[in-house]
């Protein structure tokens, strides 16, 4: 079984920059052995894929979208996956998720949702113009 608590969204001004977190509780299967995701979902719209690291992070995507400005990293010692997001722009508002995806190889990274096991709760990152 696997928690994720989200935190770091918020409220910030068009150009600016914040740093989401997600802390991972597992139990049998460690941290280190999930690949990680993020997704988002701004209203009425589908869930999206942002990015994605695999277990050693030697693997990682991102949506077109984001490339050039959001980061996606993991501490496997802390049980954390991080989103760092620079240059972020009003259509970047949206709930943000982070999943654990439990990928047989540690350079296996998957951008499709339906490919994840756990989610966590959604943080709301709100960009201003």
């Known amino acids: 079984q696997v928690q994720l608590v989200e935190s770091g969204g918020g409220l910030v001004q068009a150009g600016g920059s914040l740093r989401l977190s997600c802390s991972c509780a597992?139990?049998?299967?460690?941290?280190?052995?999930?690949?990680m995701g993020w997704f988002r979902q701004a209203p009425g719209k589908e869930r999206e894929f942002v990015a994605a690291i695999s277990w050693s992070g030697g693997s990682i995507y991102y949506a077109d979208s984001v490339k050039g400005r959001f980061t996606i990293s993991r501490d496997n010692a802390k049980n954390t996956v991080y989103l760092q997001m620079h240059s972020l722009k009003p259509e970047d508002t949206a709930v943000y998720y982070c999943?654990?995806?439990?990928?047989?190889?540690?350079?296996?990274?998957?951008?499709?949702?339906?490919?994840?096991?756990?989610w966590g709760q959604g943080t709301q990152v709100t960009v201003s113009s």
């Open positions: 597992a139990s049998g299967r460690t941290f280190s052995r999930y690949a």
């Open positions: 999943a654990a995806d439990k990928a047989p190889l540690p350079v296996v990274a998957t951008t499709q949702p339906g490919e994840y096991d756990y």
